[in-house]
């Protein structure tokens, strides 16, 4: 899940090249790790989940703690958080932005976390300050990666596939072609034998790694440090990636493939970096699909490119600002897919993600190390 980057598309150029300056996450160096004791002497402990969407997070931890009536859950409007985050021990953001002064005003606030693993919404620096501690779920021991990865083979399949819309009649191509009866149509492509660049080899580029190599696809990655000590070990990854990188290889591996899958997380130095240097280096027709964050890609590049021609096709579970604009002018284009930022959301992720956050509840209310997360400060 991630944070929301604005409030309108139709914004400014700068909003547009990724909203760098709502990037509250400056930095993530230094995980405190799994085991902080906070101190907690409240007989209830209040959780705060901000906004409506994603009810399943709010629902499914509310079903975990039901047996628990000294943890009380409750779900507010995006525009009431800011009012009412004094009462609260902790808080799940959810997609709601936490800036300086929204911290300021949580003065019980012992733990904001994320049910998933977006902060750039939070300003780690400010809750730090109000020593407050932030908190991610790792993707990978909840399955919400594993969910996330599917989506994004669900996405290549479909653009290949030309399960998209048409401009003329607003429906898919597919179900044109039952409606007419007609059989035969439309020719769609094989994943197999593509080329896919998963730009970003974290948790998600991982498991989407493991699920792509069966397909009989070629697979170039980057990552920052390909010696982190959350990565596989070096014989799995000489298996899952067939050409290894870095930033200093984003436009020759993007010029090589066939499909592009983001799987950054959003900071500072990502915002905007699908540019239009980087879209003009990928192959004319080559695909995108956006399953990470919004403002990874800039709007007008990525508009401009689908205009021409030479994007292929784009794919995106994440948008430059949720809810996106059922009206927006990107959404007239035959080759564009969109979700309504549902990749992490299944069964299986959410029950997951719910448990870790109810046992965080549990282990704050009775002082014990918090564990299954991760934090960041």
């Known amino acids: 899940m991630i944070g929301v980057l ?34 907690n002497s409240h007989k209830v402990t209040n959780l705060l989940f901000c906004s409506p969407h994603f009810p399943a ?24 958080v800011s009012d009412v985050i004094h009462k609260y021990h902790i808080c799940v953001v959810k997609n709601r932005r936490m800036d300086a002064l929204t911290i300021a005003k949580a003065v019980q606030m012992k733990l904001i976390m994320q049910y998933g693993v977006g902060l750039d919404g939070v300003d780690i620096d400010a809750a730090t300050k109000h020593k407050i501690k932030v908190a991610r779920i790792p993707g990978s ?19 290949l596939r030309k399960q998209v819309d048409s401009c003329v009649l607003l429906q898919k191509e597919m179900e044109i072609a039952v409606k007419q009866k007609n059989l035969g149509v439309p020719v769609g492509e094989n994943l197999f034998g593509k080329t896919v660049f998963v730009l970003g080899f974290g948790a998600i580029g991982v498991d989407l790694a493991k699920r792509l190599r069966p397909f009989g696809v070629k697979i170039l990655a980057t990552k920052r440090n390909w010696a982190s000590v959350s990565m596989p070990s070096n014989d799995e990854v000489d298996y899952l990636v067939d050409k290894k990188g870095g930033q200093e290889n984003l436009y020759e591996f993007a010029g090589e493939a066939d499909i592009v899958v983001t799987c950054l997380s959003l900071s500072a130095e990502t915002a905007g970096i699908i540019d239009g240097k980087f879209l003009a280096s990928m192959k004319k027709g080559s695909l995108l699909v956006n399953i990470a964050r919004g403002g990874l890609l800039d709007y007008s590049s990525v508009y401009q490119h689908l205009h021409s021609g ?9 948008t430059w600002t949720e809810p996106f604009d059922p009206e927006d002018p990107i959404l007239q284009f035959p080759n564009v897919l969109i979700s309504p930022h549902i990749a992490g959301v299944t069964e299986h992720s959410y029950r997951a993600m719910a448990k870790v956050v109810g046992d965080v509840a549990l282990q704050l209310h009775a002082g014990k190390p918090l564990e299954g997360i991760e934090i960041v400060n």
């Open 6 to 39: 604005g409030h309108t598309l139709r914004g400014c150029v700068r909003r547009r090249r990724g909203l760098p300056n709502l990037l509250l996450n400056r930095s993530l160096s230094g995980y405190a790790g799994m085991g902080d004791v906070i101190e």
């Open 141 to 159: 021991t909840t399955g919400n990666a594993a969910s996330c990865a599917e989506m994004a083979i669900y996405f290549m399949l479909g653009l």
């Open 57 to 80: 997070a709010t629902n499914y931890t509310k079903e975990y703690l039901e047996s628990y009536p000294f943890i009380k859950v409750d779900e507010v409007a995006l525009d009431e």
């Open 310 to 318: 030479h994007l292929g096709g784009l794919a995106m579970d994440v």
